[in-house]
């Protein structure tokens, strides 16, 4: 059972960044297409960056341009930089399969991030 944890949320004034961070257990990881993924309350969770593989990425439009989405195989990690914050990035993020690539594994508990002044 893969396994995954998330980590590098926090608390950001407007137009600041931070960088997340999700380990992945298990050896499968490098051949799997892997998105992040938010939901802020009373929303349903959506994908806001996805990359494959080979390290091609895909965004949302809502974070194209101020988030980049990268991946370290031989860490089995799969990282978020996220910039030019904005208020209404304030989430909860998740990191997980990109389920258009397949069935997603269990959650884990997500990483909070608050842009706020």
């Known amino acids: 059972q893969v396994q995954l944890v998330e980590s590098g949320g926090g608390l950001v004034q407007p137009g600041g960044s931070l960088r997340l961070s999700c380990v992945a257990s298990g050896s499968i990881f490098s051949s799997r297409a892997m998105g992040w993924y938010r939901q802020a309350p009373g929303k349903q969770r959506e994908l806001v960056a996805s990359i494959l593989p080979d390290g091609r990425a895909n965004y949302a439009d809502s974070v194209k341009g101020r988030f980049t989405i990268s991946r370290d195989n031989a860490k089995n990690t799969v990282y978020l930089q996220m910039n030019s914050l904005k208020p209404e990035d304030t989430a909860v993020y998740y990191c997980?399969?990109?389920?258009?690539?397949?069935?997603?594994?269990?959650w884990g508990q997500g990483t909070q991030v608050t842009v706020s002044s």
């Open positions: 997980n399969r990109d389920e258009k690539y397949g069935q997603g594994w269990p």
